[in-house]
């Protein structure tokens, strides 16, 4: 790895990320554009996520199974809205094995269709309901505009489709699985997200409504980092998924569907990342700590070593990296890992074998400030203690940040003003018209209403009317 330093953030915050995520190795260009490899430092983060969130989808009764990655185009025509949704979107397969197809195949963007065809085989009464199917997977979606994590022709996310008996039914699984991903966002990732409704406008294709988590980044814009959308009975009427219910009377089931992507990878990297590089949550980190052995000759080499293993193998229950290259420089070392953002660096020279300490740097705290001297004899202990408190620390640090930057507008001119670098949180009317100005003006979207509203009423900050609720506008990813 280059020890050239990366841009700084406030001189060129896309051309931070871009650079930070091809250094820390995380994935690189394909050469089919818009696409992108995923390295394994990348993949091994992205696995972390993936048991972090399957664990709660079990916990709440959820199965994997897994669904064609070729659905027929006449499917996505079945409900009007979707395909208007996502049709400029599609990526389309008209030729295959030399033959032009009889039916065109749409490369997966999203499954609600092919999995409603299949519940509609598998549902036929009340008792095989609800139905609670999740699935990992890829999909395509032709983006015009891509950047590596945030927006790819091709990623990787678990998309989770139900289908319920009653129309309650299923607006409790979309809000159970909303808390859920709130769950995961601040406790596993310490990325501080707001759980809300989005608006009409911005719901899902074919959905009912659509509620959201979103998160600040560090250049204060924000990403929608994971969705759940009740259907209502939509996809349950274009697929005739249907039941008998109690009484002998065929009804339509109600569906839900929900994901989180990749893309949140590119969130940790934005909430928490420095000008040094990368800051990872310990409980995601794919490496939690990097011993660092230091010496200057054989005879160090051969004093350090044992002292190294011995502390590697007390920490047997954490994720635990020897830099033992004799190659590059302990300064170089520290460069490298601060870059991958390993939440804790342990060094260990000849001093410290003869006191029976470990220097331990935090990856939060840059410098001095950040070390700690802690002795052997504790270190699963102490360690322990110091992952929590980074962990706990970075999602201060995040939502401070975020709750610094969100503004409550006094008029529609402060609110053009603070959506240039912030959050408005304003009185809204809920009127498309004027969510389109305020996109029109500023380039700001409305990003979710928020679920935990101070209740009362206001004027509309676009046109004056009467509001019932606040949201938040601002630019997004």
Known sequence: MSEDKLTPRAENYSEWYNQLVQRAELADYAPVRGCMVVRPYGWALWENIQQALDGRFKATGHVNASFPLFIPMSFLEKEKE??????????????????????????????????????????????????????????????????????????????????????????????????????????????????????????????????????????????????SHNLGQNFAKAFEIQYLD????????????????????????????????????????????????????????????PVVEQVKAALAGFRVKVDDRSEVTPGFKYHDWEMRGVPLRLEIGPKDVQNGTVMAARRDIPGKAGKTLIQQDQIAAQVSELLKTIQASLLQRATEFRDSNIHEPKDYADLQNIVQNGWAYAWWCEDAACEAKVKEDTKATTRCIPLDQEGGSGRCIVCGQPAARKVYFARAY
């Not at 499954?111 to 009340?126: A, D, L, P, R, V």
């Not at 009804?251 to 969130?267: E, I, K, L």
């Not at 800051?279 to 010496?295: D, E, K």
């Open 246 to 305: 109690q009484n002998n009377q065929l009804q339509h089931c109600w569906t839900t569907s929900w994901g989180v992507s990749t893309r949140f990878v590119g969130a940790i990297i934005m909430t928490h990342g420095d000008d040094q590089g990368l800051i990872l949550p310990p409980r995601l980190a794919p490496i939690q700590i990097v011993i660092v052995p230091i010496f200057r000759s054989d005879e160090e080499f051969s004093l350090v070593m």
């Open 82 to 227: 979707h395909v208007e949704g996502f049709s400029p979107e599609l990526a389309v397969v008209t030729i295959g094995g030399g033959q032009t197809l009889e039916e065109p195949l749409v490369v997966r963007p999203t499954s609600e269709t092919i999995i409603g065809h299949m519940y509609s085989k598998w549902i036929k009464s009340y008792r095989d309901l609800p139905v609670l199917i999740n699935q990992w997977a890829n999909v395509v979606r032709w983006e015009m505009r891509t950047r590596l994590f945030l927006r790819t022709l091709e990623f990787f996310w678990q998309e989770g489709h139900t289908a319920h008996a009653t129309a309650q039914e299923a607006e409790e699984e979309t809000r159970r699985i909303l808390d859920l991903y709130t769950d995961f966002a601040v406790n596993e990732a310490a990325v501080p997200v707001v759980p809300g409704l989005k608006s009409k406008t911005e719901k899902f294709a074919g959905a009912l409504h659509s509620y959201s988590i979103e998160a600040m980044m560090g250049d204060t814009k924000a990403l929608q980092s994971g969705t």
